[in-house]
């Protein structure tokens, strides 16, 4: 059974503390490498799959 955990740290001279998951905990944790995660993907050694550009303008943004 995996608990929640108390962590303590400093922001601009201030202690913070705070109390992490043990659920955020897993899901944060990134065993593989992008290389890995790029390497297992289905399209990996498809030579003949193609990304096509969008060549259109960009949109007009008001700022």
């Known amino acids: 059974?995996?608990?929640?955990?108390?962590?303590?740290t400093?922001?601009?001279?201030?202690?913070l503390e705070a109390?992490?998951?043990?659920e955020f905990d897993h899901?944060?944790?990134?065993?593989d490498s992008?290389?890995?995660?790029?390497?297992q993907s289905p399209l990996c050694g498809q030579d003949d799959f193609?990304?096509?550009r969008d060549a259109s303008l960009p949109r007009e943004v008001a700022f």
């Not at 899901?27 to 065993?31: F, G, I, K």
């Open 1 to 8: 059974m995996q608990t929640n955990r108390d962590v303590a």
């Open 10 to 15: 400093k922001t601009r001279g201030a202690r």
């Open 19 to 22: 109390r992490i998951s043990a």
């Open 27 to 31: 899901l944060s944790r990134n065993p």
């Open 34 to 39: 992008l290389v890995d995660f790029m390497q």
């Open 50 to 52: 193609l990304f096509e």
